[in-house]
């Protein structure tokens, strides 16, 4: 389990919190656990060459590193996210693109992206930019040192109309060289689903094409990126994604107008959400009741997810029953309650377990309700005080724990004047007594139940007596009936 604080925190309902760092914060984690990461760095923004007939290249874009199963221990972990590089925008002007400043978190650096230089090979970066595009020669791109590729060679011509620059390479491929009259595309990013979802990262810009002449600019090597532009204008790349800005060529015009932004980096810290249960109906079950049990982390998908209910707080246990899941999502699961061979009455504890494996770690306390207890006899039901009994029935319960047995002197058993009896031996269909009369009367009816460990008993007590005793009265036997004997009172 890890617990942290920082950035924007959000739940999956595939079972993973995330922290999502567009802008350099702390991860402050408070449980150490294991974490996965996705880290970007600021891809490079695209020169701007001053003139119709020649253009940048595409930036680079940032580098893209992963992390998978990561310890963190209890501390602060500073996330820097580095800044998308400039693009150069100043009407009437040349120069070159910003390179992308490096990610970092944990003490892993993930590079920024080259930026595009005016006239020749690009300089080098995360991922190279794409050469431009001038009067003579195919300028190399840029090579990458921060884990992406180069980029592509731009297209010089000492015809205004064929030069283009070059794509910037990309986290996932080259970008690719430029051709006659037509801009490289920018290398392809790298596809994580970190966040939740598939999303692209890191790819190079589109070199930009001459306006001199029909020419085709580069497209972005993909959408984290941005396209090669002809005309007044920028093409920017969307921030948080590490995409190289677009390249261009020097019209005329516009403010801003150049080459495109590289767009900024990001981080994304997840791991697995804490399974917790905040409530689970009554919480006293009857097998076949249908429950629904609500919390957090149950993964909208059930999957290989399940619900158990243990005889002790272990998921694990032997005596644990699997309950029958009709309904799943990811903060409720219903059940068909399942008792097997769990004891009533006894705390027993539930458990949701997932479909990556994580439960609640501490089972959420249940019990089973008792059943109400039978009685189909009770010997002779004409007692002797002192006398063995057997009741027999069903839903005693195997072990007496509370159970008792009463006398009352009516169909109540909490009437005040009720007796207990005297317990010989207990079993879940079999107690054995001793008849205890007290100061029940003799020769009235009077209502025997049974009370279980649950606290149920029979609904109607079952008709028994206490029958009058013989005493000697010198000469021969008579008989003393009542209470008055039974109290000693003479």
Known sequence: MTLATGGTVTDGTDGYRRHTFNSSADLVVSVAGNVDYLLVGGAGGAGRINSTSQSSGGGGGGG??????????????????????????????????????????????????????????????????????????????????????????????????????????????????????????????VSNSLSGAAVSYGAGGGGGASSTAPTTVGAAGDSSAAAGRRTAGVNNAPDNRGGGGGGNCGPAGASPNGGGNGGSGLAIVRYLGTVSITDAGDELYINGDS????????????????????????????GAVAQTVTGWGNSSATITVVRGSLPYVDTCYLFVENDLDASNASGFPVAFQAPTPTITDAGDELYTAGEAVTVTGTGYLSTQGSGVVVISPTDNVADPGAYLQSITAWSDTS????????????????????????????????????????????????FIQGIEFIQGIE
């Open 64 to 189: 893209v590193k992963t992390g998978v199963a990561v310890a963190l221990g209890v501390a602060t972990y500073p996330v820097v996210i580095g800044g998308g590089g400039a693009g150069f925008q100043t009407d009437g002007a040349s120069g070159a693109g910003a390179t992308g400043t490096a990610s970092t978190f944990n003490g892993v650096t993930s590079g920024g992206g080259d930026g595009s230089t005016p006239v020749g090979a690009a300089v080098n970066g995360g991922s190279g930019a794409g050469g431009s595009g001038t009067g003579s020669g195919t300028p190399p791109g840029g090579t990458a040192t921060g884990g992406g590729f180069a980029g592509g060679a731009g297209f010089g011509s000492a015809t205004a109309g064929q030069r283009a620059g070059g794509g910037g390479g990309g986290a996932g491929a080259v970008g690719v060289a430029a051709a006659i009259a037509v801009g490289g595309n920018g290398g392809v990013g």
């Open 431 to 478: 107690i054995g007594v001793t008849a205890t009369q007290g100061l029940l009367p003799t020769m009235t009816p009077l209502y025997l139940f049974v009370v279980n460990h649950g606290g149920v008993s029979n609904a109607a007590g079952w008709p028994v007596q206490f029958e009058s005793v013989p005493v000697s009265t010198g000469g021969g036997f008579g």
């Open 291 to 318: 429950v629904t049990v609500t919390g957090t982390y149950f993964i909208a998908t059930q999957g290989t997810g399940r619900v158990v209910i243990s005889p002790t707080d272990n998921i694990a246990d032997a």
